[in-house]
């Protein structure tokens, strides 16, 4: 909808472009025409720009702008036109929509020019303004590339490519030019594109390090020959990683291993091969091009016995590869070592992989060594088995060097062959002798690549006419002893085997001893054994290196027709000469084996032959059939004659020598035959060593002609001569094969690659070539880094470590040794210092460098190394540059002091700790931990204590410039304040510490774990008499406290929770900490044992508790899952528990820390019997304790006797003491009857018998009767005759009830092997501390301020004095208390003993003790008695209406005589009478209750019983019922104990002289044992207690306060010490106290302590104090009559007036009004007279003078000496008492 209005004038925009003509930049990037693209703007929506593209010069184009309105209003626009003439546009300048509306806006553009063109149409609304661009555009070119192209993952110094898209978007043919970079390369790098036409560029990326990549690369486009018009650009981004490839041996688990990886094939056999594999991983993101190859060792080495099947490849990433390796060894014994090197294009390592294998070769061995024909016909024959074992898995190739064809007496079979591995095989052996003679070879059995081994053959042949002697095998042992010694042998075998130089076999048969089996220095190998006997010089029992052989034969072989140069013997006639040489001394018979048929005859068969003389034989061919090859093996055998020339017993063997023969049959111009034979293996190598060396080589004929074969020297006659073969010539029988043995010594100027051996076969041209490899190389050992070895800086004394490489180039194990010079050993090490080094193996060297000072080191350690074959030859040396820096390091730690708080016990808590070290080196430390525990009064043993904090690593090496993070566990053991300081020390080369301890850190924590205390208990009901020591032993509450206060083990963990885990009836334990809570005995249907424990957490962290019942820890099952029947004990603990005859209250609870609860226990007494309950107290992660209640219900009729313990150890005492403490037992009345107790004196009438009639115990009170509930005291003397521990097992007896045993315990000790020790401090009894009451018990109302009261050790006959304060809590309730007098009132007084608390209230309460005249051990329960105020009352009013109904009952009477009419008046007041109070049946009118008495059947009035009728007492019972007296409110008791020891006065002055005056000893002790008359002088005051007393003592009190306000008494008192002592003692002093003599005590030293002593002797006088307590002086002391008696003060009187000031002050304190900051205040007096005064200035001119002249006038007398420890108080004001 259009609507025309004329609105609000038009405002331009701020804006607004100067119009014209704009030519758009060629080469832009080609952006997507935005007039098809809508926006919304101000509610409207319309498009952003309109653009012309194709159009002419002369024409007029038009494009429409559509409006919509989408707004919800109606929109009112002011339009601004175009400003150019170009573009021109038909509207009103105001245009209105509605919502929902739109409208078409015609716009047209008329070119003038070939330009671009732009220009603008501006809308403004009320919202804002807009416009819409309007463009013109030319036809250009333009090309679309994207904005930046990022490559895949490329490894270094490899390459990855990626296409991207090049388009034209113009519409004109546009040529193009690419840039290229080093980095990336660009193809094609220019074209021609068409208009639309695409075209896609290759990116190839070669990185040349592991960077991020990024380049712009440009491109010019344009019209073709004008390329640099525009151009576009294209950002490249690559990523490069360096690859990486890890070799992984596919049998080994750990894929790091730690000296790189090894593919280790393990015992390989000679001639076979194995195959094993190992696996190329790639773990870096990138493709890895990788090439293998064998390290080069720089040396001649022959063909590889490694071969891999792979050598180069690419291995994806993540992904892997598999070669295969193939080992096949080629020398036997020997361990070959190879490197393969992975070469990775780009890595930055390269990567190697060690291949070792080592060879074996066969173990033949004989089942015997020598085989025995026995005695054997000429011309029989004798056949015997051997085994050939081969106990190797590798197959063994034989051959017996043995003629079996004829030519000798013995013969095997087979003679050759091969042996499977792990097999064995039976040979046949045949003795066929000629000649009757004994026979003896020793037979050479050569196995292949292994030495030969050794057969000996013996037999002897008997003829008709000649018997020689047998030969045995024993005989070959003692011959060969007799060679190997070189001296007489033993007479007989006996000797010998007693000299264990000879063993019997299993069947009997002698041979050589372990000792002698093995050759020695000087004896020959068994190769060199075969050698000689090829050689025909070979004596096979008596060769060795330094004897000549017996017999010898030249030449060893012999070639017939075979033309050849050699040294051997060859010629084509038909017979050679053969020579014998006897080298004995002894006359010798030689006899050749003659065999038929045979080609080669010897002449003569037989001859001897003299000592020390030569013989020849001739040797005849004579081949019976033409065109054939022949070969023989001939022997002889040599013998002594006579061997009477050899001492002993000894028989001689014969030796046996041969020749080797071949030849052949072929005329000349006859072709030989062709060999077909293999020679393995080819190539030999022998180590290059000049050394004697064999090798051994397989010559097979594998045709079907025998072949001949012998060695040829012409080609190179000089090196074929310096190798030696055996046998060097032989025939071989088709399929057959011969075992060559080659002997040489490798020399220097032999070829490196070998020389070739010639065997000539069938004496023709046909030849066999084996390589021998026979030179001596010089040792060739590689040093890593140019021998060069570099440290880091290090640390002065402390070591740094690094590895070098050393590797064997040559082809011989070598075996190397390092050697630093002596002053450099204490800078640098090396590990190993030596070792083996094997062909091309690289051995790892750890170096250690440690310097001594801070300076620059170059040192230089030389290698030496020696091939293992020959250690003796020369050694060769190579030296190592090492070159180090030392410097100085330290370590320091981010934070100084490191809190970590609270940690629960048991529990641990991981921190870490930052070390840093700034230093230039890195440091090799050694930590510490030095733990304190912070907490007061702990003591612990810190060698002993664990440490709470571990060190996960306590030594180690923090690199320079770097930061560790320390790792460290706390666990701590117990409930403490920890301080930890970690220090560090420095390590040396030697791993040792080479610095003090330096601080680094401290480490604060608190270590904590829920404890419960019991830190009070108090009782009621049945057991409220009970005192706090008892009650405290029946509970085990120390042990208890012990337990929970103590660290939990490990088992009592495993629930940390209460909780159901056990389906027993018993649940399971995890503690071993037992307690037994003993609630005592009480009589049945009594009230309850009521027990109250005050448990307190004593620690910092909350505690959850809990009792569990043995229900509580079992799990509940359904009644169907119940098996068996219950036990007895399951019955009973059921019964236990259902009847909750232990209950506790509550069962469990919190308690926060230092939070306080009371928890009940009550014992009920409905059944009589032993009641028990196992009861766990389990604290939540913490202790667990096993709590066994015991309690007993006693019948009301039966006596019961209860001790707390039946095991009662008494105080130790001195052997030889005077005067035994006397020590007490308690003894306590559980049941409802009285009892009547005795104590068994058998056995202690016994005891003293038996320790020589010494009263060693006594008991002064061994029976009495004990009322029901309360407690009686057991006197006991003991007094040991020896240090030793006595045991003693008393029973005490109950009058109707049963006896109780009990085990008195005590120690006698020698006062003489106490040494210094004080006998005081060796009490076994340890008074308990002093409890002060904090927090009372639920319903207490008055606490005490402490529980116990501890004198500890004091003087006979002393008085103590202790303040207690009672306070009632109770805000509401006043109490009145009373101190109950019991037995021990004489010794405990209590003052007030009664009085009332008003609510809040505290009354000052005076406790003194008073000893008695004997020592004691005193064990005390003072009780208090306390009731509330209203309960009396209460009780008081219910009291008094009771009595009044009880004279009221008294009063009335009733009439019963039936006669009486109703009408009848009465005898009393008709008033109507009360109700009665108490509940009983309804009285009858006018009926008179009887009166009241205790049996309730007769009431006696007067003197006279009259008999009252049965309905009268039935009517008594019923109201004695209803009017039973009323019973007084049960007080409250609170317990106090009391202890000390007593000691009489010599003892204790002997141990604790300084104390000794500290104590105030009373006149008048407690009940005197001797009491003596004393008399007080006349007029001195009396001391005896009452209203008199205390008047003096008030009054004393007033003088003594008003003479201390004086100051002129002030400034004699402290004038006073200084003055010399005026008189002395008078002798009126002596009535205060009782004589003792004056040898008593003549070694004390007055002190001026004591209060009332005038003089120095006064003191000494109440210093000594006779047996009886009493003090007294000298009778023989003469008396001073001038002392007026008025002088002396009572002792007691001053004492109790000092006390009441105290007790004054101390009740200020409490009450508040005592403050020791405030100004003394001035006490107001009365008037004094002017004779006062006067007299006061007389008396104080006379204290000047007396100053003056140091003289005391006659007549003066002075105020009695006042101690100083009282004199301080009595200066503080105090309230008037």
């Known amino acids: 909808m259009l609507a025309e209005d004329s609105g609000a004038p038009w405002k331009p925009s701020t804006d607004i472009k100067d119009p014209g003509i704009h030519q758009r930049h060629r080469g832009e990037k080609h952006q997507p025409q935005a007039s098809s693209q809508s926006r919304c703007l101000s509610g409207l929506e319309l498009k952003s720009e309109l653009v012309w593209e194709d159009w002419d010069l002369g024409r007029e184009f038009t494009k429409t702008l559509v409006l919509k309105n989408i707004h919800s209003k109606l929109q009112k626009l002011h339009v601004r036109p175009p400003v150019s003439k170009f573009f021109t546009t038909f509207i009103r300048q105001i245009i209105v929509l509605s919502p929902g509306t739109s409208f078409s806006m015609p716009v047209c553009f008329r070119p003038l020019q070939r330009c671009e063109y732009e220009d603008s149409i501006e809308f403004q609304s009320k919202d804002g303004s807009f416009q819409v661009c309007l463009r013109a555009i030319i036809p250009c070119h333009a090309l679309e590339v994207p904005d930046s192209v990022l490559l895949p993952l490329c490894a270094v110094q490899n390459s990855s490519n990626t296409n991207f898209l090049l388009k034209n978007v113009s519409k004109l043919q546009t040529c193009f030019q690419w840039n290229n970079t080093a980095l990336f390369q660009i193809s094609p790098e220019q074209g021609l594109l068409k208009p639309g036409q695409e075209c896609h560029i290759t990116v190839v990326f070669r990185p040349q390090e592991a960077l991020v990549y990024q380049q712009q690369a440009n491109c010019r486009f344009g019209d073709e020959g004008d390329k640099a018009e525009s151009c576009c650009s294209v950002l490249l981004q690559g990523i490069a990683k360096?690859?990486?490839?890890?070799?992984?041996?596919?049998?080994?688990?750990?894929?790091?291993?730690?000296?790189?990886?090894?593919?280790?094939?393990?015992?390989?056999?000679?001639?076979?091969?194995?195959?094993?594999?190992?696996?190329?991983?790639?773990?870096?993101?990138?493709?890895?091009?990788?090439?293998?190859?064998?390290?080069?060792?720089?040396?001649?080495?022959?063909e590889s016995e490694f071969i891999c099947d792979v050598t180069r490849g690419k291995v994806a990433p993540g992904g892997s590869l598999r070669a295969a390796v193939t080992y096949t060894p080629a020398v036997v014994d020997s361990v070959s070592v190879e490197y393969l090197s992975v070469k990775c294009r780009g890595a930055l390592n390269e990567t190697l992989l060690k291949l070792t294998g080592n060879s074996i070769g066969p173990k033949v061995s004989l089942s015997s060594a020598v085989v025995d024909f026995g005695c054997v016909e000429e011309g029989g024959a004798v056949v015997q088995t051997v085994e050939l074992v081969n106990s190797a898995p590798v197959e063994a190739f034989y051959q017996w060097d043995l003629d079996c064809t004829g030519n000798s007496v013995f013969?095997?079979?087979?003679?050759?062959?091969?042996?499977?591995?792990?097999?064995?095989?039976?040979?046949?052996?045949?003795?066929?002798?000629?000649?009757?003679?004994?026979?003896?070879?020793?037979?050479?059995?050569?196995?292949?690549?292994?030495?030969?081994?050794?057969?000996?053959?013996?037999?002897?042949?008997?003829?008709?006419?000649?018997?020689?002697?047998?030969?045995?095998?024993?005989?070959?042992?003692?011959?060969?002893?007799?060679?190997?010694?070189?001296?007489?042998?033993?007479?007989?075998?006996?000797?010998?085997?007693?000299?264990?130089k000879v063993d019997l076999d299993q069947e009997g048969v002698p041979c050589l001893g372990e000792e002698q089996s093995h050759p020695g220095p000087g004896k020959i190998t068994p190769m060199e054994e075969y050698y000689q006997s090829c050689l025909g010089c070979m004596d096979p029992l008596s060769c060795s290196s330094l004897s000549s052989p017996h017999v010898s034969v030249v030449p060893s072989e012999l070639l017939f027709n075979h033309k050849i140069s050699s040294s051997l013997s060859s010629s084509s006639t038909s017979s050679l000469p053969v020579s014998i040489t006897n080298h004995t001394r002894g006359k010798l018979g030689l006899v050749w084996t003659a065999a038929q048929d045979s080609p080669f005859t010897v002449s003569p068969p037989s001859c001897d032959l003299a000592p020390l003389k030569s013989t020849s034989f001739r040797v005849t061919y004579d081949p019976k059939q033409l065109n054939t090859l022949h070969g023989a093996q001939l022997e002889c055998f040599a013998y002594y004659k006579d061997n009477r020339h050899i001492e002993g017993q000894l028989l001689c063997p014969p030796w046996c020598v041969t020749v080797r023969v071949i030849g052949h049959s072929f005329l000349p111009g006859k072709e030989h035959f062709i060999p077909c034979c293999s020679l393995q293996p080819p190539q030999v190598a022998f180590p290059a060593l000049s050394v004697l060396s064999y090798r051994t080589v397989l010559l097979q004929n594998s045709g079907e002609l025998p072949l001949t074969f012998c060695l040829d020297h012409s080609s190179n006659p000089a090196l074929a001569e310096s190798v030696s073969v055996v046998p060097s010539c032989g025939l071989l029988q088709p399929g057959k094969h011969q075992i060559l043995t080659l002997r040489t010594t490798p020399t220097e100027d032999s070829p490196k690659q070998g020389f070739g051996l010639h065997l000539r076969l069938n004496a023709a041209k046909h030849t066999k070539e084996l390589t021998v490899v026979s030179v001596v190389e010089k040792l060739c050992v590689s040093l890593e880094g140019d021998n060069s070895?570099?440290?880091?800086?290090?640390?002065?004394?402390?070591?740094?470590?690094?590895?070098?490489?050393?590797?064997?180039?040559?082809?011989?194990?070598?075996?190397?040794?390092?050697?630093?010079?002596?002053?450099?050993?204490?800078?640098?090490?090396?590990?190993?210092?030596?070792?083996?080094?094997?062909?091309?193996?690289?051995?790892?060297?750890?170096?250690?460098?440690?310097?001594?000072?801070?300076q620059t080191y170059t040192l230089t350690p030389t290698l030496t190394f020696w091939p293992i074959q020959a250690p003796g030859c020369n050694k060769s040396h190579r030296t190592l540059n090492v070159v180090g820096l030392g410097s100085k390091g330290f370590i320091e730690a981010e934070t100084a002091v490191l809190d970590v708080g609270e940690i629960l016990v048991g529990s641990c808590r991981a921190i870490q700790l930052p070390l840093v070290n700034n230093s230039p080196c890195s440091v090799s430390y050694c930590l510490s931990v030095q733990q304190i525990l912070l907490d007061a009064g702990l003591t612990y043993d810190p060698g002993t204590e664990p440490k709470a904090l571990q060190l996960d690593c306590e030594r180690g090496t923090i690199v320079s410039h770097s930061t560790m993070l320390l790792r460290s566990t706390i666990r701590p053991h117990r409930r403490a304040q920890y301080l930890w300081t970690i220090s560090y020390q420095m390590l040396n080369a030697s791993g040792f510490v080479s610095s003090p301890p330096h601080a680094v850190c401290e480490v604060r924590a608190k270590g904590v774990f829920p404890t419960l205390q019991v830190i009070d208990v108090c009782s009621g009901g049945s057991v409220g008499r009970l005192s706090k020591a008892h009650l405290w032993e029946l509970f085990s509450l120390d042990s208890l406290n012990e337990h929970m206060l103590s660290n939990p083990s490990p088992a009592e963990l495993t629930h940390r929770t209460p909780t159901m885990h056990s389906l027993s009836s018993f649940p399971s334990v995890f503690t071993k900490d037992m307690l037994d809570f003993n609630f005592g005995a009480t009589p049945m249907n009594s009230e309850p044992s009521i027990f109250v424990l005050m448990f307190h957490n004593p620690g910092s962290i909350p505690v959850d508790w809990a009792f569990l019942f043995p229900a509580d820890q079992q799990i509940e099952l359904d009644y169907w899952a119940e098996t068996g029947e219950f036990s007895s004990t399951e019955l009973y603990q059921m019964k236990v528990q259902d009847n909750h005859l232990f209950s506790i209250s509550p069962r469990s609870g919190t308690l926060l820390p230092g939070q306080q609860r009371a928890v009940h226990f009550t014992h009920s007494h409905d059944s009589a019997g032993k009641d028990r309950l196992p009861v766990m107290l389990k604290l939540s992660y913490g202790r667990e304790t096993l709590l066994n209640f015991q309690g007993l219900t006693v019948e009301r009729d039966r006596p019961c006797l209860h001790v707390a313990s039946k095991q009662h150890v008494f105080t130790s005492v001195t052997v030889g003491d005077r005067t035994p403490p006397k020590q007490v037992y308690e003894l306590h009345n559980c049941g409802a009857v009285p009892l009547r107790y005795e104590v068994d004196t058998a056995v202690l009438s016994q005891l003293k018998v038996d320790n020589f009639n010494h009263p060693v115990l006594v008991c002064f009170n061994p029976e009495g009767e004990l009322l029901p509930g309360r407690t009686a005291m057991l006197e006991w003397i003991f007094s040991p005759l020896e240090p030793k521990m006595y045991h003693m097992d008393i029973p005490i007896h109950v009058q109707d009830g049963d006896s109780?045993?009990?085990?008195?315990?005590?120690?006698?000790?020698?006062?003489?092997?106490?040494?210094?020790?004080?006998?005081?401090?060796?009490?076994?009894?340890?008074?308990?501390?002093?409890?002060?009451?904090?927090?009372?018990?639920?319903?207490?109302?008055?606490?005490?301020?402490?529980?116990?009261?501890?004198?500890?050790?004091?003087?006979?006959?002393?008085?103590?004095?202790?303040?207690?304060?009672?306070?009632?809590?109770?805000?509401?309730?006043?109490?009145?208390?009373?101190?109950?007098?019991?037995?021990?009132?004489?010794?405990?007084?209590?003052?007030?003993?009664?009085?009332?608390?008003?609510?809040?209230?505290?009354?000052?309460?005076?406790?003194?003790?008073?000893?008695?005249?004997?020592?004691?051990?005193?064990?005390?329960?003072?009780?208090?008695?306390?009731?509330?105020?209203?309960?009396?009352?209460?009780?008081?009013?219910?009291?008094?209406?009771?009595?009044?109904?009880?004279?009221?009952?008294?009063?009335?009477?009733?009439?019963?005589?039936?006669?009486?009419?109703?009408?009848?008046?009465?005898?009393?007041?008709?008033?109507?009478?009360?109700?009665?109070?108490?509940?009983?049946?309804?009285?009858?009118?006018?009926?008179?209750?009887?009166?009241?008495?205790?049996?309730?059947?007769?009431?006696?009035?007067?003197?006279?019983?009259?008999?009252?009728?049965?309905?009268?007492?039935?009517?008594?019972?019923?109201?004695?019922?209803?009017?039973?007296?009323?019973?007084?409110?049960?007080?409250?008791?609170?317990?106090?104990?009391?202890?000390?020891?007593?000691?009489?006065?010599?003892?204790?002055?002997?141990?604790?002289?300084?104390?000794?005056?500290?104590?105030?000893?009373?006149?008048?002790?407690?009940?005197?044992?001797?009491?003596?008359?004393?008399?007080?002088?006349?007029?001195?005051?009396?001391?005896?207690?009452?209203?008199?007393?205390?008047?003096?003592?008030?009054?004393?009190?007033?003088?003594?306060?008003?003479?201390?306000?004086?100051?002129?008494?002030?400034?004699?008192?402290i004038t006073l010490p200084s003055k010399p002592i005026p008189h002395r003692l008078q002798e009126t002093s002596s009535s205060h106290c009782s004589s003792s003599p004056s040898s008593l005590l003549p070694h004390l030293?007055?002190?001026?302590?004591?209060?009332?002593?005038?003089?120095?002797?006064?003191?000494?006088?109440?210093?000594?104090?006779?047996?009886?307590?009493?003090?007294?002086?000298?009778?023989?002391?003469?008396?001073?009559?001038?002392?007026?008696?008025?002088?002396?003060?009572?002792?007691?009187?001053?004492?109790?007036?000092?006390?009441?000031?105290?007790?004054?002050?101390?009740?200020?304190?409490v009450r508040g009004e005592l403050v020791l900051t405030a100004l003394p205040r001035t006490v107001i007096l009365p008037p004094v007279f002017t004779r006062t005064?006067?007299?006061?200035?007389?008396?104080?001119?006379?204290?000047?003078?007396?100053?003056?002249?140091?003289?005391?006038?006659?007549?003066?007398?002075?105020?009695?000496?006042?101690?100083?420890?009282?004199?301080p108080l009595l200066f503080i004001p105090t309230a008037s008492s």
């Open 411 to 500: 013969s095997i079979q087979p003679a050759s062959g091969t042996l499977c591995p792990h097999s064995h095989t039976t040979l046949k052996a045949v003795y066929r002798p000629t000649q009757p003679i004994a026979h003896h070879r020793r037979v050479t059995c050569i196995i292949l690549h292994r030495d030969p081994i050794f057969l000996d053959l013996i037999g002897t042949c008997h003829s008709e006419l000649q018997h020689p002697v047998i030969l045995k095998p024993e005989h070959l042992v003692l011959y060969k002893l007799h060679w190997y010694h070189r001296r007489d042998p033993p007479d007989t075998l006996t000797a010998m085997q007693q000299e264990n």
């Open 1645 to 1709: 030293t007055p002190k001026p302590h004591i209060l009332l002593s005038g003089t120095a002797e006064q003191k000494e006088q109440h210093n000594a104090v006779d047996s009886e307590g009493t003090a007294g002086r000298s009778k023989n002391e003469p008396r001073t009559q001038n002392t007026p008696h008025t002088e002396h003060v009572p002792a007691d009187m001053c004492e109790d007036v000092l006390l009441n000031t105290l007790q004054n002050l101390m009740m200020e304190a």
């Open 1733 to 1767: 005064r006067k007299m006061s200035k007389a008396m104080a001119e006379k204290e000047r003078e007396i100053l003056r002249n140091g003289k005391e006038p006659a007549g003066t007398h002075h105020l009695p000496n006042i101690p100083k420890l009282t004199l």
């Open 1300 to 1613: 109780t045993l009990v085990r008195f315990e005590g120690c006698g000790f020698d006062s003489l092997t106490l040494g210094s020790t004080n006998p005081f401090n060796c009490s076994d009894t340890k008074a308990p501390e002093p409890r002060v009451k904090t927090v009372s018990f639920p319903g207490q109302v008055v606490i005490l301020s402490e529980d116990s009261v501890s004198l500890g050790n004091i003087p006979v006959c002393s008085r103590s004095s202790r303040i207690l304060f009672l306070t009632n809590v109770s805000h509401t309730d006043s109490v009145h208390y009373k101190w109950l007098k019991e037995s021990y009132q004489q010794v405990v007084q209590i003052h007030p003993e009664q009085g009332g608390l008003c609510p809040g209230e505290s009354a000052l309460c005076a406790l003194t003790f008073t000893s008695t005249d004997y020592p004691t051990c005193y064990q005390l329960d003072v009780i208090c008695q306390v009731i509330l105020e209203a309960s009396l009352t209460r009780y008081r009013d219910a009291l008094q209406r009771w009595e009044e109904e009880k004279e009221r009952q008294r009063d009335e009477f009733t009439i019963t005589d039936k006669n009486l009419t109703e009408t009848q008046g009465v005898l009393i007041d008709k008033e109507p009478v009360a109700a009665p109070v108490n509940k009983g049946p309804p009285f009858r009118k006018y009926k008179t209750l009887p009166p009241i008495c205790p049996s309730g059947g007769c009431e006696t009035v007067g003197a006279i019983c009259t008999k009252i009728l049965r309905a009268e007492r039935r009517a008594q019972r019923e109201t004695a019922k209803s009017l039973k007296r009323l019973e007084p409110p049960q007080p409250a008791l609170l317990h106090l104990g009391v202890t000390a020891h007593s000691h009489a006065l010599l003892e204790y002055f002997s141990h604790r002289p300084d104390q000794f005056n500290e104590h105030y000893r009373c006149f008048q002790p407690v009940k005197p044992q001797r009491p003596e008359a004393t008399s007080f002088p006349a007029g001195l005051p009396s001391t005896t207690h009452g209203p008199e007393r205390d008047i003096t003592v008030h009054v004393l009190t007033s003088l003594l306060r008003g003479v201390l306000d004086d100051p002129a008494f002030t400034h004699y008192l």
């Open 242 to 302: 360096y690859p990486c490839l890890q070799l992984r041996n596919p049998d080994t688990k750990d894929d790091k291993e730690q000296c790189g990886p090894e593919l280790h094939f393990g015992s390989v056999a000679i001639g076979q091969s194995l195959q094993k594999h190992f696996d190329i991983f790639n773990p870096s993101p990138v493709t890895a091009s990788f090439s293998l190859s064998r390290l080069s060792s720089g040396a001649h080495l022959l």
């Open 789 to 854: 070895l570099y440290f880091q800086p290090t640390a002065v004394g402390s070591r740094t470590r690094r590895s070098h490489h050393i590797r064997n180039l040559s082809r011989l194990p070598l075996r190397f040794q390092w050697s630093i010079p002596e002053p450099d050993q204490e800078l640098i090490f090396v590990e190993p210092d030596a070792g083996e080094l094997h062909p091309n193996e690289s051995s790892v060297q750890i170096w250690s460098f440690s310097p001594l000072g801070e």
